[in-house]
């Protein structure tokens, strides 16, 4: 296959700048994964403290909302690996609808996320200061504390895979992205994204499947 | 009178093996160092460039040299690690005889309650030849319990309690100081160890202002917060009974069974829900805002001196 | 842009691989391009460098005053210098600055910038843009710390130990966690691109074994960059959440361990000290193998140490937590662990002594630092080997014997090295010789000094002397005088390189290729080198400091 991609200095072939792009990207993932891991061993901590506790505040928290957004996240990876494979494909315009309908999934969880922030709230569970709440015990205002902090910090990062997914779909419609040559764009972005997503397959039975 | 002290006192058997050990370990320092030091020198000196010497076959690798000042030091310091284990170990277990001193820390204070109700601020006296333990609790931050004289140091964390035992031997008055940074006054919460011997142990103790002892002041506590409008016997609501629990295992709501220690007494009081006794409902209120640490101690002394048979006061 | 290189005088270059001095004017790095745009949108690496070692000086000497503040308080007993408040801060500020500012970036981001594309024969790390980021996220958060002391600072020392930082202190804590959480992205990225170069971007011939080991060292310092700085960012927000909403995890009062926090925080700090001493370690090597023109003795197992202090030194953290509370199963394993994570040390130490067996030894300076490197970095590790030993620590702990531990490797051990490299590739970034002998004298005021200010606190530690302490006993006082009369010759040994190395860069001799007839990519290009390093892209078939030429030429 001829190679049209093109090399940047300092890189000297393309399968070199190929090779140091993908290993940029899963260096970085490992950071993040060193990020959540923090928080984990928090969790793991906290569980092995007070079990009783943990469990009965877990079975507090909206499972099915959970699990909704839970598949609405991992359709939008299908769909991510989709826009990838089309990439790879040449296909600027379909690659850019897939990105815009994986970042459209991504708001859509986001915004399940919010009403259910929303029905925390007004059960009295949701750990905002002055406002009066009802925990069934101080353990489980810690374990709110928590889960606030890890969907939170989750959010953060889910909001930035959206905006970049956004940006690269307008991007490819306006042909700024030089596709297949360029592909590595979308490769990474989409592992970036992968990896939100899986950082939320293990965020949800920590915090709602503790039994 | 010492111009510069170049060593601490030492008030304890324990003080004296570990400075054994230090100085031990101080000989392996020099034995592992002072062949690098002797080498590089005389390799510098003869070695200098221009200088004539038999620079032929000169090596650049040799496995077994790598194996041994890997291996050999490793081995020493082995041999050292199990020795000070062991005697770090031996802070863990104090004798079932030790006389309990409770402490409380606080910003920028200590306090010291002797079990037969004697209250110190910032000065412990105890007895020699006496095994003491300390049971520490923080009112507010991480502090830390420093006797150099001992050679023993604790942390004192909030929200549980840590211990830790000696043996003085030595009369004399030592220095205490506070060695975990906990804010502004750090520096100034020192204070002072006293040793005496058993006699004028036992004389300053009747000297001094003599309080109710603190299973009594516990009992009046017990009283006064309403503890016994519960777990008293005739009590209308239904509440674990405290008689001769202290050491004993209990049931808990989760299937745990647990001792019923100094920490368990305490967390039970501040964080009622955490250990909920089987058969019982988890409608105790917690005393976290309305108990000093001060206070649970006295608590804590006091359900240790019910005996079975519900012998309350 | 004017430091795009002119593809004619590139094409002219080919084909001369041994001319020197016309081509090295016409397109060194340094002269590739004035304007102060230039330099501060620069992606070449060796800019990027000397941007770095800029900032790190500004801001070790904001450190440093931080320290003169803190020796001169301790010249008497009673506090007469500052309120106890401002004490406080002034050693919260001399943590805070010297660890993130000055130690973490000090080697890595300025030689580690400047040499490694030039030492595998490579044009520029693997992704320049991400370089200069770096530099910028650094002086964001250094900007964001002088505004916290401007602020009024923070007096939690530079561990923020829950919950005093949480819950009782009264500063600036947010707002300096948030700077420390900002310059670990700096971190984070340099130790990105470093390990992406590494693999990618070596020359042909440039194999694993043929690396110098102060690439080695680089690279093991960047696993760790990569890996534990996140956990310290993720600890800095909790207890930044903490404080701003109560969303409190360290609180005991609902159940949580204050404890849980110092694993979090030493997870990382741990590690983060292997990133302040293994660059100095690689730097060593460097300076031992061209002081001694001779290869450095088991190159394999020097490479592979590198490797397993990054690795073993993960999974000593517990041995910050010996008198915490923490179990003594598991002070146990970290004492143990911790006696394991030494070794590779002492078989560095071993192998720089056996180097010199047979040699060809030079007193310059950069020798002669990396010899006080030793001296003082070998009794900095053994007394790291006494706090493993448990019963030991109990007593010392959380006293100025740590304190002294840990600066006789940090100052000792990091800041000689750091002046080690100064003075060894100062020819090769500036092009300019310096006074060798003032650099002889420098090395030797920096023994003197450093020994003065520090050996003193051992004795003091194990008197009892706490650390953080504004007022202490007067019997402690002829030692801690003793320690500040050593600080001020110290201070004058970190001056005095500032002038003799300023001074050559206008009048001192241009710099030759090789001044010290070493091995290493490096010398191959012109002193200063061109701003893409190579004319053409090496290729290498000989081993690392493959000295026997210049022995056979010059030597017999």
Known sequence: MSDARPVTDPFTDPLQQHRAAMMGMYVFLGSEIMLFGGLFCVAAAVRLAHAPEIVHASRALHFGIGGLNTAILLTSSLFVALGVESANGGRAKITSRWLVGAAALGLAFLMMKAYEYRMEFTEGLLPIEGVHSRYADDVQHLFMNLYLIATGLHAVHLSIGILLLIALSFRLAFGSIKLPERAIVLVTAGLYWHLVDVIWVFLYPVFYLAR | MNFIPLWPPGASAYSHQIDLLVIAFTVLIVALSAPVFILLLVFIVKYRRGKEADRRHAPDRNIPLELSWTIIPFVALLGFYIWSTDLFARLYHPPADAMQIDVVAKQWMWKFQHPEGQAEINELHVPSGQPVKLTMASQDVIHSLFIPALRIKQDVVPGRYTSSWFVADKTGTYRIACSQYCGSNHSEMTGSFVVMNPADYAKWLSLSSNEVNLAAEGAALFRSRGCSGCHDPGASVRAPSLAGIYGNPVPLQSGEIVIADDQYIRDSILLPQSKVVAGYQPIMPTFQNVLSEEDVMKLVAYVKSLKQAGVTQ | ?556
């Open chain 3, 1 to 556: 842009m004017t430091d795009v290189a002119d593809p004619k005088l590139e094409e002219a270059n080919v084909g001369r691989v041994g001319s020197t001095e016309t081509v090295a004017q016409r397109v060194s790095y340094l002269r590739a391009g004035h304007s102060l745009k230039s330099w501060l949108l620069t992606t070449d690496h060796k800019r990027i460098g000397v941007l770095y070692t800029l900032s790190i000086t500004f801001f070790f000497f904001i450190g440093a005053a931080a320290a003169a503040l803190i020796r001169l308080d301790l010249l008497t007993p009673a506090g007469d210098l500052m309120t106890n408040e401002g004490y406080n801060r002034a050693f919260t500020v001399h943590g805070v600055v010297m660890v993130w500012f000055f130690l973490i970036p000090s080697i890595p981001n300025t030689f580690g910038n400047f040499l490694i594309p030039l030492m595998i024969g490579a044009k520029d790390l693997a992704f320049p843009k991400l370089n200069l980021l770096s530099w910028y996220i650094y002086m964001l958060a250094g900007l964001f710390t002088v505004f916290v002391l401007i602020a009024g600072g923070v007096d939690t020392g530079w561990t923020f130990y829950t919950p005093l930082s949480t819950m009782y202190a009264n500063g600036n804590v947010i707002l300096a966690a948030s700077a420390v959480f900002i310059v670990g992205f700096s971190s984070i990225l340099t130790g990105l691109n470093f390990i992406v170069t590494v693999h990618t971007l070596r020359c042909p011939g440039m194999t694993w074994g043929r690396l110098p080991l102060f690439v080695w060292s680089i690279y093991a310092t960047s696993l760790i960059l990569v890996l534990a700085t996140p956990v310290l960012a993720i600890t800095l927000v909790l207890i930044s959440l903490e404080r701003l909403f109560g969303l409190g995890i360290f609180n005991p009062a609902i159940g949580g361990d204050p404890l849980l926090f110092q694993h979090l925080f030493w997870f990382y700090s741990h590690p983060a000290v292997y990133i302040m001493v293994l660059p100095a370690l690689g730097v060593v090597s460097e300076l031992v193998a061209a002081g001694a023109h001779k290869p450095i003795f088991g190159y394999q197992f020097v490479a592979g140490s590198s490797i397993a202090i990054a690795a073993l030194g993960f999974f000593v953290w517990g041995h910050h937590m010996f008198v915490s509370g923490q179990s003594l199963y598991a002070s146990a394993a970290f004492s143990f662990l911790s006696i394991a994570v030494a070794i590779p040390s002492g078989v560095k130490v071993y192998n720089w002594t056996a180097t010199l067996f047979k040699g060809h030894i030079s007193l310059d300076p950069p020798f002669l630092f990396a010899m006080t490197f030793i001296g003082l970095f070998v009794f900095g590790g053994l007394t790291g080997l006494m706090l493993a030993m448990l019963a030991i620590d109990v007593h010392v702990h959380d006293t100025y014997f740590v304190i002294a531990h840990f600066h006789y490797i940090m100052v000792g051990g990091t800041i000689s090295a750091f002046f080690g490299a100064l003075h060894y590739w100062w020819p090769k970034i500036v092009g300019r010789m310096y006074s060798l002998a003032w650099g002889r004298v420098t090395a030797i005021f920096f023994f003197i000094g450093f020994n003065l200010t520090f050996f003193p606190q051992f004795l003091l530690g194990y008197l009892g002397m706490p650390r953080r302490y504004h007022v202490y006993p007067p019997e402690f006082q002829v030692l801690n005088v003793i320690s500040t009369g050593g600080a001020a010759v110290l201070g004058v040994a970190y001056v005095m390189p500032l002038i003799y190395l300023i001074y050559s860069m206008c009048y001192g001799k241009p710099a030759p290729n090789d001044p010290w007839n070493a091995t290493g990519l490096e010398w191959t290009t012109p002193s200063p080198p061109p701003k893409h390093n190579f004319e053409a892209l090496p290729v290498v078939d000989r081993p690392p400091y493959d000295y026997e030429i210049e022995m056979r030429d010059e030597h017999v």
